[in-house]
């Protein structure tokens, strides 16, 4: 059986907000194993919504179901930055 078409919907999303956020934390920003450990604190925190194709998010979901999607996704991002900022800060003191 092949599942590679199968994803989740939030990670290009989260993807991009991590890329969009990254330039507010510029201890982070720079470095892309912690990048990386922002985007799975974030996505660690979404309830996975998993897909085939991206015309089946599109037709069944709402315009409200979207705007709330949006909301947790920058939300996500915002506390994993202050925890993984938060978590490289205190391994610094060591």
Known sequence: ????????????????AVTATAPRYPAIA?????????????????TPHYIRH???????????ERLAVRRNIDESVDFAFGYV????????RR
Do not use: G, P
């Open 85 to 92: 900022q938060a978590r490289h800060v205190m391994a610094a």
């Open 1 to 16: 059986m092949d599942f590679s078409s199968v994803y989740n919907t939030h990670e290009k999303a989260v993807f991009e």
């Open 54 to 64: 991206s015309a089946d998010l599109a037709f069944f979901t709402t315009e409200k």
């Open 30 to 46: 720079e470095d892309a194993d912690l990048l990386a450990d922002v985007a799975c604190v974030a996505l660690n925190r979404m």
